[in-house]
């Protein structure tokens, strides 16, 4: 089999102008998925059933349904209600790079609600105590004590979850989306030639995947300068 | 008689169907150095950890200078305003500087601007002499210094009682007596603490009472003197028998 360099060389530029849309997807739902994690991660923690069961409900349904399964019932499936296309959502569900951000975010916030309840547990009990002991209130332990430690606790899972969304922002082509992954396709189609388009385009992935694991690794030295003599 | 600064009547305590302490009666008058000891499982901890609400007791009551702990947040907050704690694992929030570890709840708490809790920092690090270690995050010091911070964390909130839970268990021997002599130096300026410790040396040269537990209970209360040479009763015997065999 031969391997057409020239054909990668073509291609690339083409694919990397889907760069934007990538990032867009991966940036936009992942702090969108953070903030829909902290808020279902403070409702779990509440020891009220009706927060914390709705929670557990929805991190259930998420985490036990496939993404590509989940994007598709957002864009192929809500339209089909008089009642969504009338509602204030349907701006946003009405676009596929809507429905995509949605699917992402959930699915996202669902896992990191997740990761961010294992550190806030594995917080040291002890701590928790001298800050009782010290007279410091509930909120007051958790703003000053739990979450600085679980953050750094949560960081190596949790860029575990940002490099797997950015994969999983290459399902959005599925729905008609010109991501790089969506260009890389038509390429495909065009030329009959998956092994150089794909590969290289597997290649692009892995740097940013590179990068993504440098940068969190700043951060958690960053967080842990405490721990170092 | 002025009325004591920890009333407790008829305390009971339960983990699950396991009863950890078994009608504790115990009065603190203020300047009281009590040491409590008594072999593990003995309830030891319990007992003191009940006395600023880690521990929620099931029956009886608990009075901490006048005011009885119940279920309100309010009481509780006020009580350990009042009470300081240092534990054997010292508990130091690692991610802060010793000097932001005894800041935190003169600030937070007792609401201090932040040089006036910097200010109150220093004073009780001068008294646990290491006010050098002020910016050095605990991980970098040893544990007996480590332990000291901690004691001065709990002397920043100027709290009327001192609890020790095991303060000298997790040290190194060669660390065992700089906390020692920084609590009895607090002993000697008048204190009211209650120390729960193997240290049978610092029971004897500083307390005003011992009291041994067993099996979650007081067996036997008295003067140090009494307690180590002349003992009622046979657990208490048996106990001291066994550590200070060797």
Redesign the interface.
């Known amino acids: 089999m031969s391997f057409d360099i020239s054909l990668i060389l073509d291609s690339l530029p083409k694919m990397l102008s889907g760069i934007g849309l990538t990032f867009q997807l991966l940036i936009l739902s992942g702090v969108l998925g953070l903030f829909l994690a902290f808020v279902l991660l403070l409702m779990r923690l509440t020891e009220k059933w009706y927060f914390s069961l709705p929670a557990q409900v929805f991190i259930y349904v998420f985490r036990g349904t496939p993404i590509l399964v989940q994007i598709f019932i957002i864009y192929y499936g809500l339209p089909q209600f008089e009642a969504i296309r009338e509602s204030i959502f349907w701006p946003i569900l009405r676009e596929p790079f809507g429905c995509a951000i949605v699917a992402l975010t959930l699915n996202t916030g669902a896992y990191v609600s997740e990761i961010l309840r294992g550190a806030v547990l594995a917080v040291?009990r002890?701590?928790l105590?001298?800050?009782?002991?010290?007279?410091?209130?509930r909120n007051?332990r958790f703003i000053?004590?739990t979450s600085?430690?679980a953050i750094?606790l949560g960081i190596p899972p949790y860029s575990n979850d940002v490099i797997s969304l950015l994969k999983s922002t290459a399902l959005a082509s599925t729905i008609t989306i010109f991501d790089m992954m969506g260009i890389a396709r038509t390429i495909v189609a065009e030329t009959y030639a998956p092994y150089e388009i794909f590969i290289s385009l597997a290649i692009i992935y892995m740097i940013f995947t590179f990068f993504i694991q440098k940068g969190f690794g700043y951060f958690e030295n960053f967080m842990s300068r405490?721990?170092k003599? | 008689m002025t009325q004591p600064l920890i009333q407790m009547q008829n305390v009971d305590k339960f983990f699950g169907s396991f009863q950890a302490l078994k009608n504790i009666n115990l009065e603190v008058h203020k300047g009281e150095r009590i040491v409590v000891c008594g072999p593990s499982g003995s309830g030891k901890s319990t007992m003191i950890r009940c006395i600023?609400?880690?521990e929620k007791h099931n029956n009886g009551k608990i009075f901490i200078a006048g005011r009885e702990l119940t279920d309100s947040e309010k009481d509780i907050?006020a009580v350990?305003?009042e009470?300081?704690?240092v534990?054997q694992?010292f508990?130091?929030?690692?991610?802060?500087t010793v000097l932001r570890n005894l800041m935190?709840?003169p600030q937070?708490?007792r609401k201090n601007n932040k040089s006036k809790a910097k200010e109150i920092a220093m004073k009780y690090l001068e008294r646990v002499k290491i006010p050098d270690q002020a910016n050095k995050?605990?991980?970098?010091l040893s544990g007996g210094q480590q332990q000291r911070v901690?004691i001065a964390?709990?002397l920043c909130?100027s709290p009327e009682i001192l609890l020790f839970d095991e303060p000298t268990s997790a040290l190194d021997p060669e660390m065992i007596n700089e906390v020692l002599e920084v609590m009895e130096d607090l002993a000697n300026e008048g204190m009211t603490m209650i120390c729960v410790t193997h240290e049978m040396g610092f029971a004897r040269s500083v307390a005003d009472r011992v009291i041994f537990m067993d099996l979650g209970e007081i067996v036997e209360e008295a003067s140090p003197q009494e307690f180590f040479e002349n003992p009622k009763n046979e657990r208490t015997k048996l106990f001291l028998s066994q550590i200070l065999s060797h």
């Open positions: 040291d002890g701590l105590e001298a800050g009782s002991a010290l007279g410091l209130s007051q000053y004590i600085p430690l750094r405490h721990v003599k | 600023n609400r880690l907050d350990r305003r009470v300081g704690m534990f694992s508990n130091l929030f690692p991610h802060m935190l709840a937070l708490v995050y605990p991980s970098q901690a964390r709990a909130m």
